[in-house]
């Protein structure tokens, strides 16, 4: 008889000082355990928590979430059946699809994103891995504080209270590139199109590859995207189809071939190295490097040793930070980068840390890099 649980209000500010979590999970343990998880963070509360989506979308307006975690596998209504409808209910909620990590679940919560999920996480597969994850806990909060980082830390009475209204002033004027110095493009024509995408990446690149495909018949194209494993193959999958071209999931050793498209495999770093045979594919094990496996940072390092001012790096939508040193290093080198601007991205994390550590030869809207990508790598300014 799991309903609506509401969260009360902190004694040192309200409610809606804080970011409002929803929990949509039909088993009891996976609600109590997120719901403590959201409890214990000063910046969040879990606002309602249901056993359904059919109870979610009619509990939707008086909870008024910032933020949905929604299961995908419930009974009365699933949760794919549930996002339409929240999001017709509550437009601009973010919504974050919690699935068991399976080949179906994958592609489910692919096509979630492609319907207005703004991002997913995997799931343990029995409530005791939940209970034992603390990967799972903290990649959940990661997610759920960058979905509304304005709202982080605004609590009246707190020590350092003003500095979120100096740091959203900053944000504001981060929405401006001319905010930034900007590189000058490299005058060599790009042998390789290096890309790093986090949050809102599966979207973005989509409709990117599927603009820039003809362009990429000339070099190849080697993207980290911040997935767990058999999303990433999925991923490579729907990018073929997009550009209609060669895509799949990079393999150690592999040469790089003009015209084909290379993920990054879930779970492990991949780099490219120069060899007697030409440039190749390098997997390595090891631990995660600005939280992520694969990250975006070691790709681009390499790329930049092999192909120096002849390499193309676009750092797209994504939380954290990860993709901006490697940009550097590839910017230092003479090639060229563009960053996807903020008001474009789902979350301006990784191209945001790339404009700010002064990398960028431009910082576009996404319907801008496509073009803009296309003239580069036909020899254009």
């Not at 929405?175 to 590189?183: E, G, K, N, S, V």
């Not at 995207?225 to 060669?246: D, K, N, V, W, Y």
Request: with cysteine; glycine share 12%.
């Amino acid at each position: 008889m799991t309903s609506l649980a509401v969260a009360q209000a902190n004694p040192e500010g309200t409610a809606s000082d804080k970011i409002q979590v929803m929990i949509v999970d039909d088993s009891a343990v996976v609600r109590g355990l997120v719901s403590r998880w959201i409890g214990e963070d000063p910046d969040m509360e879990a606002c309602g928590r249901f056993s359904n989506g059919k109870l979610a979308v009619d509990g939707i307006l008086k909870c008024d979430p910032d933020v949905v975690v929604l299961d995908i596998e419930m009974p009365v209504m699933d949760g794919m059946t549930a996002l339409p409808e929240l999001l017709e209910r509550k437009p601009g909620v973010k919504i974050i699809m919690a699935s068991t990590l399976t080949r179906k679940n994958a592609e489910v919560s692919l096509k979630a994103l492609s319907l207005g999920a703004t991002d997913y996480i995997p799931k343990p597969e029995t409530n005791r891995g939940v209970t034992t994850s603390q990967e799972f806990r903290d990649e959940l909060l990661r997610k759920v504080k960058a979905m509304v980082p304005r709202k982080r830390a605004r609590r009246p009475g707190v020590q350092g209270a003003a500095q979120p209204q100096a740091a959203e002033a900053r944000a504001e004027a981060a929405t401006d590139p001319a905010t930034y110095q900007l590189r000058p493009f490299s005058r060599v024509t790009p042998k390789i199109l290096a890309i790093g995408s986090s949050t809102g990446g599966p979207q973005a690149l989509a409709g990117l590859i599927e603009i820039v495909g003809p362009a990429l018949r000339g070099v190849p194209c080697v993207i980290t995207q911040h997935m767990p494993p058999t999303f990433t193959s999925i991923l490579a999958e729907h990018l073929g189809r997009a550009s209609g071209l060669p895509s799949k999931e990079g393999e150690d050793g592999e040469k790089l071939v003009p015209g084909s498209i290379y993920v990054a495999p879930g779970g492990v770093h991949m780099k490219v190295v120069q060899t007697g045979g030409g440039p190749e594919l390098k997997l390595f094990d090891g631990p995660m490097i600005n939280y992520c496996k694969p990250a975006v940072d070691p790709l681009f390092e390499s790329v930049s040793k092999v192909y120096g001012p002849a390499t193309l790096g676009l750092v797209l939508t994504g939380m954290g930070h990860d993709g901006a040193a490697g940009a550097k290093v590839i910017a230092d080198a003479g090639g060229s980068i563009i960053a996807q601007d903020q008001a474009t991205s789902v979350v301006w994390g990784m191209p945001g840390a790339t404009a700010e550590i002064g990398a960028c030869a431009a910082i576009l809207p996404l319907d801008e890099i496509g073009p803009k990508t296309n003239s580069l790598l036909r020899g254009g300014a």
